[in-house]
Structures are given as structure tokens and as C-alpha cells.
């Protein structure tokens, strides 16, 4: 199949599916902390369906998590748990009926924890859930050990990584960019017809200001520079894959997880995971775009704070629009999704008559099910990127969330609108701001 499968979400999302058993334990801080516990998981013999972390309260300096497990029987549970306490950073392993019911014993904890300043950001580092250094059985680089010795060596640089760094500089081998030139070619050549307009206008820009071309693959703290120049989206590195929440909290901030390795040689136009190409080719362009970043951080801060079955609903909006969207384009239709513009094989189908198209509109398409390993059967269409982010502000002022969040790009922090004074103190900005809207309107 000459198809990139698989690879239209930086976040598991097989963990939105049914929910299972809920393990709660604290991890006292540690390089590879989750690692040694997920083996336990692994020891026990039982598969992971979701997992949740936050800073501990209990545990300083460490981390919360909430783990679910498909796990039938008790018995199951306790051997679970039994692994989980002999892991020597593990401290207060229980079950609990959900997350919910735990985070309830307290007021102050009803609403999931949630980043407030850029630095926070660095908690992610490590809370990946697969891929990265290690490699499933179906990968096709799971079985050569040169490759998976480049994978460790690309990832432990993401894993390093911190707020305010350079960005970590990769020197790729000739056969990582002889990988990437037989993508880059084969779908250069395809974008003038499926692309979007928004698309085709930055992709030029890339080739000028990053170094974009099919012979040596661009490097991410340029084009984090490029991109906050346009938009103030910025790049970082990213060892796999997140959970929803992390990777959706961090659009809130403009900032996009970026892997940094490529995939296997051996079958340059498949993939099971996000890739340098997925990420670089996919979904880089349109973060240059004012209004398609203004769409995605919508949606990262509608994610700040939001209940796990509102942070499912977001996540399957980000994966019909930003990772499989289309968009028209006079009597035409086009591809603004990261998942197409890096597929070849689907950008073609999804623009064919075979699958059905139906109008964005987030109320439905939040709870539209989709197949994450073959083509989409449904697409949804955006009449613009402005009228998809006015669509979604309407469709977040009906989540259950109990307050209201702004983004502060002076400061880089996320303000929390729950007091008299925060909102009246906002109002006056917004006062400011119409002031200059009026004098500029007047010299025109």
C-alpha cells in the first residue's frame, strides 16, 4: 500500500475509546520514571488504554498518575498493583472507579491540572506514551539495531530539552535524507492540485527561509524561528507520542510537539507514528498561517482545565480538521490537513468522489468515530479557517468547563478569568485595544 498510515495524531488515540479500570500511584521525580512503571504494566501482562499525569502534591518533586488498564477481574487489578509497588520510585498505588471519583475527595482537584506559564510545558518531556526510543513489533525499523540506535540517539535530545534552549540541531546521515527526498519529491509534486491556497503560499516561504528542498531536511529551531515570526507558533522536540491533553494544552501556548526523527528506509511512504516528514511537510506550513494558528490555539485553550469527556471531543475535532481537514476553495475543494498533505495515497482518495464530505460544524463532528489505521470514510469541510474558529468558539462556550482562560503573549502565560479583578482587568485591554481600532480607522 503506497500510503502513510497512521499518522494524523502526535496523541494515542486508541485511549479515547472505551473506558477501562483506573490505577492511581505518585512517582517520585526521576529520568525514566514513567518508563520503569509502564514495564511493570508490561510484567503484569495487561494493555494500556489511557493515561493521565500532573504535578504530585504528595510527592515533591514527582508526578501523579491516572493509568487505565483493560484489566476483567480483581484479581487482574491486585497483580497489577502488586508489580506497580515493587517499582522502588512508586509511592501510594491504589484503585480508584475513575479519575473523576478520585480528583472529587477534593475541591481544590476538580479540575485537571493544567499548564499556566510556556516552562511548564517541560513536564511533557517524558510523559510519552510510545514510539520514541522504543519501537512495537510491526514497526519496520523495530528489527535493525542501527536504526533503533539513531531513534535513541534523536530522542534522548527531545528528552533533554527545556524551555529557552536552542532548539537541538540533528545531523542527519545521507540515507535519512536520501528517505526524505523520495517523500519530499513525490508530494511536492501533488500539492499544487489537492493543497489548499493557505498552503501554496507558504510553502515557497519555507523553501526561502528554511531550507526547505529535497536534499537535506530542514532543522527545527529554524523554522521555529520562521514560524514565530508569522504567527509566534513555535517549534519543540518531542520523543513520541503524548497524551491528548499535553499535546492539546500546548497549542494554548502556539508551541507544536515536533519529532525529529524519520522513518524506516527500508519503506520510505509508510509510517505507523508522526515522523520528520508527517510534522515538517504536514503540518508546519499552515502554523505560518495567521488564521489557521489562530483555529489551533482555539483549541488548545478550550483543552486548559477541560473534563476528560470534553478533552475527547477536542481531540477528535483537531484530528478532522488539522490532521484530515478540507477546506473550499471556490467550486473546489482542498486539503489543509497534516494527515493528507504527508499521504499521498489518502491526499488522492480523500479528494476522489469515494468518501463522504459533510460541512464542519464541531457539535457533530465531535462525536463522529473514526478508524485511526486505514482512510477516513468520512472528511468534513471547513468553509474557511475563520468561520471554523467562530464555529468552534460557539461550540467551547458550551463545555463544561467553569471558567474562562486567555493567553497573555507578553508574558507567555495563560490567565485564568475567575475573579472580578482579572476579568475587569482584561476589560480595560480590551478598551485599549478598541481606542487604537477607532484612531486607525479614523486615518484611513
Not at 529557552?164 to 500539492?191: C, F, N, S
Not at 518531542?238 to 522513518?263: E, K
Not at 508522526?274 to 495567521?290: I, K, N, R, S, T
Request: proline letters at 6%; charged letters at 25%.
Amino acid at each position: 500500500m503506497q500510503s502513510v498510515q497512521n499518522t494524523g495524531t502526535h496523541y494515542d488515540a486508541l485511549m479515547m475509546r472505551e473506558q477501562r479500570t483506573t490505577l492511581f500511584f505518585s512517582v517520585r521525580e526521576k529520568i525514566g520514571a514513567l518508563d520503569e512503571c509502564l514495564h511493570a504494566l508490561k510484567a503484569a501482562n495487561v494493555s494500556m488504554t489511557r493515561i493521565e499525569s500532573r504535578p504530585s502534591k504528595s510527592v515533591v518533586p514527582g508526578y501523579d498518575f491516572f493509568v487505565d488498564i483493560d484489566a476483567k477481574s480483581k484479581e487482574v487489578v491486585q497483580k497489577v498493583i502488586e508489580e506497580i509497588k515493587q517499582v522502588g520510585i512508586v509511592r501510594d498505588v491504589r484503585y480508584v472507579s475513575s479519575i473523576e471519583a478520585l480528583k472529587s475527595t477534593a475541591s481544590s482537584e476538580q479540575v485537571p491540572w493544567f499548564p499556566r506559564k510556556l516552562s511548564d510545558l517541560d513536564t511533557f518531556a517524558e510523559k510519552v506514551l510510545e514510539m520514541g526510543e522504543e519501537l512495537s513489533s510491526d514497526h519496520p525499523g523495530a528489527h535493525d539495531p542501527v536504526y533503533r540506535k539513531r531513534r535513541l540517539e534523536i530522542v534522548q535530545k527531545a528528552k533533554a530539552y527545556r524551555t529557552g534552549q536552542p532548539l537541538p540541531r540533528i545531523e542527519y546521515t545521507q540515507e535519512e535524507k536520501d528517505t526524505w527526498k523520495q517523500v519530499y519529491t513525490r508530494l511536492h509534486a501533488m500539492y499544487p492540485k489537492y493543497a489548499c491556497r493557505e498552503f501554496l503560499h507558504v510553502f515557497p516561504l519555507l523553501e526561502q527561509n528554511c531550507a526547505y528542498g529535497p536534499d537535506e531536511i530542514p532543522q527545527i529551531e529554524d523554522i521555529s524561528n520562521f514560524l514565530k515570526d508569522c504567527t509566534g507558533f513555535t517549534l519543540r522536540p518531542v520523543m513520541g507520542l503524548l497524551t491528548p491533553r499535553d499535546f492539546l494544552n500546548s497549542l494554548a501556548f502556539r508551541v507544536f510537539h515536533s519529532t525529529q526523527y524519520i522513518r524506516h528506509h527500508s519503506n520510505p511512504y509508510y509510517t505507523p507514528e508522526p515522523d520528520c516528514c508527517h510534522e515538517l511537510l504536514g503540518h508546519v506550513p499552515l502554523f505560518a498561517d495567521p488564521n489557521f494558528a489562530e483555529l489551533a490555539q482555539e483549541i488548545g485553550l478550550a483543552s486548559l482545565g477541560a473534563s476528560d469527556e470534553d478533552i475527547e471531543k477536542l481531540a477528535t475535532i483537531f484530528w478532522f480538521t488539522a490532521e484530515f481537514g478540507l477546506c473550499r476553495e471556490d467550486t473546489h475543494i482542498r486539503a489543509y490537513g497534516a494527515g493528507l498533505l504527508s499521504s499521498f495515497g489518502e491526499l488522492e482518495y480523500a479528494l476522489s468522489k469515494s468518501p463522504e464530505k459533510r460541512s464542519f460544524d464541531p457539535s457533530m463532528t465531535a462525536l463522529q468515530k473514526y478508524p485511526i489505521t486505514e482512510y477516513q470514510p468520512v472528511y468534513f469541510v471547513a468553509d474557511s479557517f475563520r468561520d471554523a474558529t467562530s464555529k468552534l468558539r460557539e461550540f467551547n462556550m458550551t463545555m463544561k468547563r467553569p471558567f474562562q482562560v486567555r493567553y497573555n503573549p507578553y508574558t507567555q502565560a495563560v490567565e485564568v478569568l475567575d475573579s472580578k479583578d482579572k476579568i475587569q482587568h482584561f476589560a480595560r485591554s480590551i478598551s485599549s485595544e478598541m481606542q487604537l481600532l477607532a484612531g486607525a480607522l479614523e486615518s484611513i
